[in-house]
């Protein structure tokens, strides 16, 4: 099986540097400066889980991207989406499976509008990782899950092939037959821990000690019930999970859209909080928690684009 890595930061190259090491049949679809940087010193991972150094990970650009491959995952920003699918089309055969692993939902009506429903699956990966300056990847815990499925549920036989390859690598991997509640039930988190640490600048623990515990919890509430609404109700043991990460004292915990906030750099603000809010069957009140975080992203992207 023939695998397509689009990108190799912290998320694609985590994933696809632990299926190379695994010896299975990688490549990675980069742009020039991080190919430079990849073919100069290796690709480098660091971690609680095991270091590991690829010297010469196989790698293209994409104007010389020419044959098809078996899966093709993808892990960029959402935002950058557009210019991703446009890069790895040549990538895509008859029998292509596009495995991509961004937050939300509205990648896979854009991966679907381009390619066909057919080739796309679901899925989602927890994990805490970044590039340091040297470009080697530092995984910060030892949560590194990653989930995948058919939309429909169905036990195809990609799905068990897919499985078969990931059981070799050194991360936790499963395949579901409800990807898609999986999928909404990290949104409805990702969007309270970013609504929360992002609207108050400050990661979980400070904002519990300020008492505005509170405040997180509203958030995901408004997050929630516009999941249920969609058909995707809150698992006890997910909505257990989703307060004890809002509320847990001392706590360190910000979202990775407030590093980027704090940087300068974009956000995936209408792709979590913005798409989030269009989906609500019925109409959220300009006061309502969400839509205080909706409007505050929206204002800093303003100012940023002002300002560049």
């Known amino acids: 099986m023939r695998w397509l890595i689009v990108g190799a930061g912290a998320l694609g190259g985590y994933f696809g540097g ?58 960029c920003k959402a935002y950058d989406l557009d210019q991703a699918m446009e890069s790895f089309a040549p990538a895509v055969g008859p029998d292509t499976a596009i495995l991509p ?78 990807i898609l509640q999986e999928m909404w039930e990290k949104w409805v988190m990702i969007a309270s821990a970013a609504g929360i640490t992002c609207l108050m600048r400050a990661a979980i623990g400070d904002i519990v000690s300020a008492g505005a515990a509170d405040l997180a919890t509203a958030i995901m509430r408004d997050s929630a019930a516009i999941a249920e609404a969609n058909g995707h109700a809150m698992r006890s043991a997910a909505r257990e999970r989703i307060l004890a990460t809002l509320t847990t004292p001392g706590s360190t915990l910000t979202a990775s859209m407030l590093k980027d906030i704090e940087r300068g750099a974009a956000i995936e603000g209408e792709q979590i909080i913005g798409d989030l809010i269009a989906r609500a069957r019925t109409d959220m009140p300009a006061t309502a928690p969400l839509r205080i975080v909706h409007a505050h992203l929206k204002a800093y992207e303003t100012r940023r684009a002002r300002e560049s």
């Open 18 to 75: 632990r299926l190379a090491q695994a010896g299975h049949d990688v490549t990675f679809l980069l742009r020039a400066r991080r190919m430079a940087q990849i073919k100069a010193g290796g690709l480098v991972i660091h971690s609680p889980c095991g270091d590991t150094r690829i010297d010469a990970p196989a790698c293209v650009q994409a104007q010389d991207l020419k044959e098809p491959f078996d899966v093709v995952v993808v892990g």
């Open 101 to 178: 692993l961004l937050n939300g939902m509205r990648h896979l009506d854009q991966l679907s509008a381009r390619f066909g429903s057919r080739h796309v699956l679901g899925g989602l990966c927890m994990i805490s990782a970044a590039l340091d300056a040297d470009g080697a990847i530092c995984h910060f815990n030892k949560l590194h899950t990653l989930a995948f499925g058919e939309l429909d549920g169905a036990a195809s036989p990609r799905v068990k092939a897919i499985a078969d390859v990931l059981a070799s690598a050194r991360f936790d991997s499963h395949a579901s037959d409800d």
